[in-house]
């Protein structure tokens, strides 16, 4: 495919291109009409803000177009122009540019779950399944250290790290979720953010009634955002009730917000469920109505046929968390399966408490494909060029944003990255989406663009300080081990 559409954009340069020849300027004018359409495009070039270049853009666009010296013109908000570098050239007069021959243009990434405020949690308790992990570490550090103020730097120091690798939209479920959104912001990082509703008492509401009354004022506040995408997200079946997770329902629709949820995670969650209702947690919500709208269900890792079916007809999207189900040994998903049923399946590294302990989406492109290598028995299971969709434009269509981003094509956000590939990891290079998701790391992201703003140049944040986040997360590193003696 990559061979076959490169010959395609070669062919369209050499006819768009005006080539300097022998004839004068006015007899090719008469002559031929093509060059006198793109001769006057070039006197009255179209206005840009930002023309991004690089030796190859990934596009992700229907065609999966990989353009060999491709540009991307960006004005406003949204990406303006995709193409050759001639091409948007002689289209496109920018105010500014950024040139990197030697780099890989793609879309932003996508994480499709996480909880980015657990970064001042980070490699607190190793090696555990997640139930002994949750029970014995997690909810008792939550409990004695969790505010607003723990939530703004843990979720700056997680925006810190996504951004610098090249993740551009985050899915977050956490508590104060009005503070992750407002850190988001801060940071000028895409966010769908969750607040979670859980049935104990827990740092910003006491009940589950508190919380749906906070997650309403909390949609409200950041309807209609160019950056937040406010979510509803009820914790998991087994630690809500019934009425609870109907209620998050209804308050989701009612907003047409998303619904996010953790889902048959582990097998113990779903052997309590079968014990208990005789019902697989899939079949469980889908008898609450809980997945009539919008959903990302993270994990879906003990699903069987049956489930997927259910999944597949709700148009569930699924968050796969291939470094989080390994960490704590919960199981491999059914992803080649999900695949194949034509669900909407992205990427999350989930915690980085202690559940994965970053959040590296190359990481988890490279761990997303050699997983499923290992479980099938087929090398050919989940290819690269899968993976990489997995954490771009088939990421975007599980949180229902596939109109909005995930893709380089006109219209879209300008979200992107450049990778630079001029590190030894990095060379030779034959197959640009081979070296995305088996060789090239988070570190070699070198710019970041989100919703047309620049927010990392040359590997450096320019919407956060930096120092001031490193130093805090020292701060907190001492006050939380002080709680826990
Ligand atoms: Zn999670």
């Known amino acids: 495919m990559f061979h076959f559409c490169r010959k395609i954009i070669r062919r369209a340069t050499v006819d768009a291109c005006c080539r300097p020849g022998g004839l004068p300027i006015r007899r ?85 779950h996480t909880h980015a405020a657990m970064s001042l949690f980070r490699g607190i308790a190793d090696d555990l399944r997640l139930q002994d992990w949750l029970e014995k ?33 985050f899915t977050d479920m956490y508590y104060f979720e009005d503070v992750v959104a407002e850190a988001a912001k801060e940071a000028g990082m895409r966010g769908v953010l969750g607040e979670t509703i859980i049935g104990f008492p827990v740092a910003d509401n006491k009940t589950p009634a508190d919380a749906l009354t906070f997650t309403e004022r909390y949609l409200m506040r950041f309807r209609n955002d160019p950056l937040v995408v406010a979510a509803v997200a009820p914790h998991a079946l087994y630690t809500n009730s019934d009425e609870t997770l109907k209620a998050s329902r209804a308050l989701a629709n009612k907003y047409n917000a998303p619904l996010i949820i953790h889902l048959s995670e582990t097998k113990k969650e779903n052997d309590d469920a079968l014990k208990a209702r005789k019902m697989t947690p899939t079949k469980v919500l889908d008898s609450l109505g809980v997945l009539t709208g919008r959903t990302v269900a993270a994990h879906c890792v003990w699903v069987n046929d049956a489930d997927m079916a259910i999944l597949k007809a709700r148009g569930v999207g699924v968050a796969h968390c291939p470094s989080s189900n390994m960490k704590l040994a919960s199981g491999v998903a059914p992803v080649v399966k999900m695949l194949a049923m034509g669900l909407a399946v992205g990427l999350g590294p989930d915690g980085p408490a202690g559940s994965n302990n970053d959040f590296n989406l190359f990481e988890e492109m490279d761990l997303a494909a050699k997983l499923q290598k290992v479980a099938t028995g087929d090398p050919q299971a989940l290819p690269a060029t899968t993976a990489l969709e997995m954490a771009t434009i088939r990421g975007a269509r599980v949180l229902g944003m596939e109109k909005e981003i995930g893709s380089l094509e006109p219209g879209k956000r300008a979200d992107l990255i450049l990778v630079r590939t001029d590190r030894p990891n990095a060379v030779p290079m034959y197959d640009p989406i081979s070296q995305m998701v ?48």
């Open 438 to 485: 088996y060789a090239l790391k988070a570190d070699d992201v070198r710019d970041v663009m989100v919703n047309g703003k620049p927010v990392v140049r040359d590997s450096v944040i320019q919407t956060l300080n930096q120092g001031q986040i490193l130093r805090k997360a020292a701060e907190y590193r001492a006050k939380i081990s002080a709680s826990l003696k």
């Open 28 to 112: 090719r004018l008469t002559t031929c009409p093509t060059i006198l359409l793109l001769f006057a495009a070039t006197l009255a070039a179209e206005p840009a803000d930002w023309i991004w270049s690089a030796r190859y853009v990934i596009t992700e666009d229907a065609r999966h177009r990989v353009i060999e010296n491709g540009a991307v013109a960006i004005r406003g908000e949204r990406i303006v122009g995709v193409g050759t570098k001639a091409e948007i050239d002689a289209r496109f007069q920018p105010k500014q540019r950024l040139d990197r021959p030697d780099a890989i243009l793609a879309p932003g990434l996508i994480n499709t």
């Open 137 to 169: 570490f997690i909810f008792p550090a939550e409990a004695k250290n969790v505010s607003a103020e723990f939530v703004r730097w843990g979720t700056r120091l997680g925006c810190l790290e996504m951004l610098l690798g090249g993740t551009t939209t």
